[in-house]
């Protein structure tokens, strides 16, 4: 069967404002320029998991990152969020098919997807209806792949100022959805035939300017902005210059990403 996303925004696969958590259409240009990028081995592996390579599908897509990276490997990639202004910020691929629609409803048929995929989205999905349209859309043996990533390594003594501005400076305010994220999505129930997951962590020289760029991006520093009426990040930046030096000096950051890998269950 071929995997065909409705073509009226009417359909339903368009998201419910209702239930819509949209904490990242206000600086959408921001997250696809400054967001770190998923290793390429990544998803060579997810691949290889998978007896067919027509078609997958990724929910939550951002601004494209893993569904142009998946469409290394599959002949069509259908990407989908709920968020206009980020598809409005996508990569375009000719082998990528960008929609509007949130992750109970994706308009795609029945059995026609190999791979689905979430990229550091699932936090804030209703986890149950998701995982419902999964079952309805995967093939039988088709692989769903979940993942995230928490705060990342810059080493001493750069981490234990970048512990306190996280968990302190806007700690509260981050969403409660944050917490999943911190555990790595291990205590979301996930109705699949479990597979080992593959090893994977994001690697990034940054500056100092690079950094601050990527913070900003956090949904917690724009609750804050919002809050408070002015960026948390000023106050960073003076912290961290002086053990930084030359503020356009690369140094390497390291983001750990938790995954978790499911087979497609028969029902019944």
Known sequence: MTATPPSDPSDRGSPNPATFHDHFSGHAAEYARFRPHYPASLFADLAALCPHRDAAWDCGTGNGQAAVALAEYFKRVFATDA??????????NPRVSYRVANERHSGLDNDSIDLVTVAQALHWFDTAAFFAEVQRVLRP??????????????????????????????????PPERVLVEQGYRTIPFPFEELPPPVAAMEQELSLDGLLNYLSTWSAVKRYEKRVGFSPLNVLEKKLLPLWGDRHQPRPAVWPISVRVGRKVPQG
């Not at 968020?83 to 375009?92: D, F, K, N, P, T």
């Not at 792949?145 to 501005?165: I, K, M, Q, S």
């Open 83 to 92: 968020s206009a202004q980020q598809i409005g910020q996508a990569i375009l």
């Open 141 to 174: 043996g088709g692989v769903i792949a979940v993942w995230c990533y928490g705060l990342h390594r810059l080493g001493e003594p750069f981490d234990a100022v970048l512990h306190h501005f996280y968990a302190e400076t806007v700690g509260a305010d981050w």
